[in-house]
Nanobody, 124 residues
Framework: VQLQASGGGLVLPGGSLRLSCVAS????????VSWFRQGPAQERAFVAG???????YYDDSVKGRFTISRDNSKNTVYLEMNSLTPEDTAVYHC???????????????????WGQGTQVTVSS
């Protein structure tokens, strides 16, 4: 599938943003879709993921603040981000795969399809 991420921007600490990842392809509903982020001089790291059955997974750093969801009728996965801090500043990428096993879900190497990334900057 081809992925298009959007929704990034500049936000004050404590603010909120909602990212969207729109996919092409008729079999999107069967894909696992995850968000990764890459801060300055950092490796790309797992943020949140949602499987075909809507079960969700989160990195501990965002648990309770971020919510991932999917709307298969719109071929879209969302990342609702609340209580943002400067440490959340990064380029956020969505990634998809039709065959991610649970133990690999947090590994960027498990995903073959990536969006172009959207910049999130949290600053006063």
């Amino acid at each position: 599938v081809q992925l298009q991420a959007s929704g990034g921007g500049l936000v004050l600490p404590g603010g909120s943003l909602r990212l969207s990842c729109v996919a092409s392809g008729r079999t999107f509903s069967r894909y696992t879709v995850s968000w990764f982020r890459q801060g300055p001089a950092q490796e790309r790291a797992f943020v949140a993921g949602v499987r075909y059955n809507h079960i969700t997974y989160y990195d501990d750093s965002v648990k309770g603040r971020f919510t991932i969801s999917r709307d298969n009728s719109k071929n879209t996965v969302y990342l609702e981000m609340n209580s943002l801090t400067p440490e959340d500043t990064a380029v956020y990428h969505c990634a998809a795969s039709p065959s991610v096993i649970l133990s690999n879900l947090r590994s960027r190497n498990a995903y073959g399809d990536w969006g172009q990334g959207t910049q999130v900057t949290v600053s006063s």
